[in-house]
């Protein structure tokens, strides 16, 4: 038993988030999705990969419980942040750290591969993003998708986290797998500086050219050595995947909230972007998105 302060609610979902009084523990509340949660974490303690530990679970009146031993205070965005607010940029610490968390990560995920399985429509929100924007259900989106899985069939299949970024890592692993799926190896990590691009320049900090190779550098040494290929070269296949993602459960349903209205163009302008790139070259380059502030700017 122990005193519980509460930190926040959780994200998208319902249930809370609970701090122990000594900051050793953590709680979370919820539902039938924390109990899908629940299983996988403890399958995934079991697979080597870096999650916290479960140290209680069950349920109540008010749904299902877990609790977990801390990783610690603060989360690779809160040092990024720290540092970008000290000297700017990321930070050689950050970026290391966020490396060989990924690697931690690869190396379980490859020691553990997974026969063949549909997952792009899962991990893309793709029902979600063509029902709020069907003028993007198109022949020619549907081609790029289709390259870009044909390309990712040639990577092994794993169970992964599918909202993986810096918010989500901490110096000893990974939490939050709210959202965990199969995907194929790579798709988690490799994006996780990118998608800051795609938070429209509102998180404190931006990642520099050479923040970002010596990141992806790192991943691929261990691609290389667990399946004997350069994952990075996929990097423009998940990117178009993220473009989805970030594009799902934008459209506001209040038309008197502007903010949000520009907010969802934003993305659906990323979107876009990112499908032209792609198409043209087979890559995206995120350094070249606007931030949200100078697409407001210019929206009309």
Not at 31 to 46: M, N, P, S, W, Y
Request: aromatic share 10%; with cysteine; glycine share 10%.
């Amino acid at each position: 038993m122990t005193d519980w302060k509460f930190v926040k609610d959780r994200t998208a979902t319902q249930g809370a988030v609970w701090r122990s009084a000594d900051g050793l523990l953590y709680k979370r509340t919820g539902g039938e999705d924390l109990r899908k949660e629940i299983e996988f974490q403890q399958l995934a303690v079991g697979l080597g990969y870096p999650v916290p530990e479960i140290v209680g679970s069950g349920s109540g009146n008010e749904g299902y419980f877990v609790i977990e031993r801390s990783l610690g205070a603060a989360s690779l965005h809160d040092e990024a942040l720290a540092h970008a607010q000290r000297d700017g940029g990321l930070g050689d610490q950050v970026v290391s750290t966020a490396a060989a968390v990924a690697s931690r990560l690869l190396q379980a995920q490859a020691s553990h591969p997974l026969p063949a399985t549909p997952w792009f429509e899962r991990a893309a929100f793709v029902a979600d993003v063509f029902e709020e924007n069907p003028d993007l259900d198109t022949p020619r989106v549907h081609r790029a998708v289709k390259r870009a899985l044909d390309r990712m069939a040639a990577l092994p299949m794993v169970r992964g986290h599918l909202d993986y970024g810096l918010p989500n890592v901490l110096a000893k692993g990974v939490i939050d797998w709210q959202h965990h799926g199969v995907i194929p190896l790579g798709y988690d990590v490799y994006p996780a500086l990118d998608i800051v691009a795609f938070k429209g320049g509102g998180k404190g900090y931006s990642i520099s050219p050479e923040e970002r190779a010596a990141y992806t550098d790192a991943l691929d040494e261990v691609t290389t050595a667990l399946i004997g290929k350069r994952v990075s070269g996929h990097l423009g296949d998940f990117l178009l995947v993220k473009c989805f993602f970030f594009l799902a459960l934008m459209r506001p349903t209040d038309p008197a909230r502007h903010d949000k209205h520009i907010k969802w163009q934003y993305r659906r302008a990323l979107f876009v972007m990112g499908l032209d790139q792609y198409e043209s070259s087979g890559t995206i380059d995120t350094d070249t998105f606007p931030t949200l502030a100078a697409f407001a700017a210019g929206y009309r």
